[in-house]
C-alpha cells in the first residue's frame, strides 16, 4: 500500500514539474493489473489497521511545522483527500485514467 502512495506522489510531482514521469515498480503494475480485471479489492477506509500508523506519522509531520511550510502540508492534506475522494470513482475510469491516477 505505501509503495503504491509513494508511486502516486512521485507521478503528481513529476507531472507537476514537467520532469520524465517515473516508472512504476511491478507491484504498482500488479495492482493496476489487478483492478482493471475488476478483482475485489479492501478499500483503504477498510482497512483498519494502517490507520494508526498513517495518523501518527501524520502527527510526527505536523509537530515541526510552522508558518508557511505548515501552511502547505495543509495544503496538501487538502489535495489528497480530494485525491481519495476522487478515487472512489477508480473503477469507471479508462484505462489512462486509471494509469494517470
Not at 505505501?2 to 511491478?26: I, N, W
Not at 477498510?46 to 500508523?53: A, C
Amino acid at each position: 500500500l505505501m509503495e503504491v502512495m509513494d508511486f502516486q506522489v512521485q507521478f503528481v510531482r513529476s507531472a507537476a514539474t514537467g520532469s520524465p514521469l517515473p516508472r512504476p515498480t511491478d507491484s504498482v503494475v500488479k495492482l493496476i493489473g489487478m483492478l482493471e480485471q475488476k478483482v475485489k479489492l479492501p478499500s483503504v477506509n477498510s482497512m483498519s489497521e494502517f490507520k494508526p500508523q498513517i495518523l501518527e506519522r501524520m502527527a510526527d509531520v505536523l509537530k515541526g511545522l510552522s508558518g508557511v511550510a505548515l501552511k502547505e502540508q495543509e495544503k496538501l492534506m487538502k489535495e489528497h483527500e480530494y485525491l481519495v475522494s476522487f478515487g472512489t470513482n477508480y473503477g469507471s475510469f479508462d484505462r489512462a485514467g486509471k494509469l494517470a491516477y
